[in-house]
């Protein structure tokens, strides 16, 4: 896996998780480790906490507002602790750690994984911000895990999915080069078309949201996106021409 993974933890409360989470993160290989808006004090107690991940803690960015701390991700990867299993539920749709881990294996990008705080998690607005969910499976009856323990746990399982190849197959799938702005582009152009065309405002956000995550399951490479711009900037000519012309 050539991802380069970075741990944002949004709006963390207590200092003994966040230094927890740096030890976690160290133990995995995340690459980097950031923090927006929090309320933690990041002192002694974090430090502590953090152990081997003490100069993850040191080096760590903090950011005023998630767009900042998005801003450089290819992918961005969220975390809840409700999921669900129709197909029309957009918001939460999830997959598991170990598929996430599946799918991190030919990536080549920045990608972000983001954590809600302790005590209400990620918001609407912000889980339709990522790319993709994922869903650490629980009892039903008490479904919400510590802070650290969630990063421990999507962590191991995104390390647990890179092992050796085996020597007697075939070679892998070639790594898949992810970017994020091209990513970004096509779906403000696909906003910006279904704007042009009449598509019910109404229902806009919720294609778009669909879009997106569908986009975070399939992780197209930057090739493809340009073939896909490509595709609507002959539907934006069609959607411009006058009509009675071809």
Partial sequence: MSARIGVLLLRPKEDGNVGAVARAARNFGAHSLGFVAPRAA???EARRRAMGGLMLLRNARVYDDLDAALAESDIV?????????????YLRRSVSPE??????RSLDGRLALLFGPE????SREELARCDLLVH???RREFPTLNLSHAVAIVLYAI????LPADPDSTPAPETLLLNGKEKELFLR???ELLSRTGYPAHKRRGLALLMRRVLGRSTPTEAEYR???GLLKSVERLTRAPKGTS
């Fill in 42 to 44: 990041l002192g002694p």
């Fill in 77 to 89: 990867v969220g975390t809840t602790d409700l999921s669900t299993g129709r197909s029309a539920s």
């Fill in 99 to 104: 598929r996430l881990g599946e799918l991190c």
């Fill in 119 to 122: 005590d209400n998690g990620l």
């Fill in 136 to 138: 650490i499976p629980a």
């Fill in 159 to 162: 390390h647990r999915a890179q």
């Fill in 189 to 191: 152009r696909i906003a």
């Fill in 227 to 229: 073939m896909l711009l």
